[in-house]
C-alpha cells in the first residue's frame, strides 16, 4: 500500500547554501499525490512538484523550481521520505531552502516517526525496469541499474585527496537498512573548497554542527567526531536515494552500481532510468497484460 504520514510536523533550521532560517512542515497527503513541496512563505503559497521535470539547477545540491517558486537543497528531505517508504506528502517551507539541520537525514525521519506512518488505500507504483540502464559521464562518472527483485546500491567513492582513498559500500535498502546504515550519514566538502563555495554564495549557513570538512590531514568534525569510518560514501548514497525520488515512484526493484555520484549524474542517471520504465508502460504492454 502507499504511505503518508498521520499528522502534521514541524522542524526548524538554517539553509545550508542560503543560511536562511527556515521551518519546514510535513503534512499528510492523500494517494497519487506524490511528493510536493509548498512555498509557506510566497503569495498563493506555489508548488512544486518533487519530480524530475522541475529540477532546475544541481550546484551542490538538487534544486527544484516552477516559475519564480524555488527550492533549493531538497534530497535530504527527499531521501528521508523515500527511506522510510512515504509515497504521498505535501512539505511546506517558509523560504528558499528546507533547514539543513545536522547535515544528515536523521532529524526529517525522526520527525517523520513522530508524526506517524498511515498506509493509504492505493497500491504503491513500483518502478520496474525493463532491461539495464547504464551512463557514463566525461569526468568519469559511471552508473548502472539492473533489474531486481529489492533495491540494492553499491557506491564508490574516489577522490584524489590523501584523507579519502577510494572507497565503497554495499547496503541492500529497506526501511530498516537506510535507518541503521544511511540516515545518519552526514554531508561534507573539502577545506581548500570553502573559501571559494562562500565566495560563490554557497555554504553561507555551513558549520561543523552540519557538514564534515575534510582537511589535508585531518576531518574537522564536531565534537562527535565522524559518525562512521566510511560516512562520506553513506552520505552520497543518502543523496542518491533522494535525487532518485524524483522519478516519482518511490520503490525500486534493481540494483544499482555508481562511481564518482554527484548530484548531476544522479538527476541524468534518475532521467535514464524514468525513460526506461516508462516503456513498461505504454498501452501495447497495458492490452498484453490485460488478456
Ligand atoms: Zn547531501
Not at 548502472?144 to 577522490?159: E, K, M, S, Y
Amino acid at each position: 500500500l502507499q504511505t503518508s504520514i498521520k499528522s502534521e510536523v514541524t522542524l526548524e533550521g538554517v539553509g545550508l547554501h542560503t543560511g536562511n532560517k527556515s521551518a519546514l512542515t510535513f503534512r499528510p497527503a492523500p494517494a497519487n499525490t506524490g511528493i510536493r513541496f509548498f512555498r509557506a512563505d510566497l503569495p498563493g503559497i506555489p508548488m512544486i512538484p518533487a519530480r524530475l521535470g522541475f529540477v532546475v539547477t544541481t550546484v551542490r545540491g538538487t534544486n527544484l523550481g516552477l516559475g519564480d517558486a524555488k527550492v533549493h537543497t531538497v534530497e535530504h528531505v527527499l531521501s528521508a521520505c523515500t527511506g522510510l517508504g512515504i509515497d504521498n506528502i505535501d512539505i511546506l517551507t517558509t523560504a528558499s531552502e528546507p533547514p539543513i539541520m545536522d547535515g544528515s537525514a536523521m532529524p526529517f525521519v525522526e520527525a517523520l516517526l513522530r508524526a506517524g506512518l498511515a498506509d493509504l488505500d492505493a497500491p504503491k507504483r513500483w518502478l520496474h525496469l525493463p532491461h539495464e540502464v547504464t551512463y557514463e559521464a566525461k569526468d568519469g562518472a559511471r552508473y548502472r541499474a539492473v533489474p531486481a527483485d529489492c533495491f540494492a546500491i553499491t557506491a564508490t567513492l574516489i577522490h584524489d585527496h590523501p584523507m579519502m582513498p577510494k572507497m565503497s559500500l554495499s547496503v541492500t535498502v529497506d526501511r530498516e537498512s537506510y535507518l541503521t546504515e544511511l540516515v545518519r550519514a552526514r554531508t561534507f566538502c573539502f577545506e581548500h573548497e570553502v573559501a571559494y563555495l562562500k565566495s560563490q554564495g554557497l555554504a553561507q549557513g555551513g558549520s561543523l554542527e552540519n557538514a564534515i570538512v575534510i582537511g589535508k590531514d585531518k576531518f574537522n568534525t564536531n565534537a562527535e567526531g565522524l559518525r562512521f569510518p566510511d560516512e562520506f560514501v553513506r552520505h552520497k548514497m543518502l543523496d542518491l536515494i533522494g535525487d532518485l525520488t524524483l522519478i516519482g515512484r518511490p520503490l525500486f526493484k534493481m540494483h544499482i552500481e555508481a562511481e564518482r555520484l554527484g548530484h548531476a549524474h544522479n538527476v541524468e542517471f534518475a532521467k535514464l532510468l524514468d525513460e526506461a520504465a516508462k516503456k513498461l508502460r505504454k498501452p501495447k504492454t497495458r492490452i498484453l497484460e490485460a488478456k
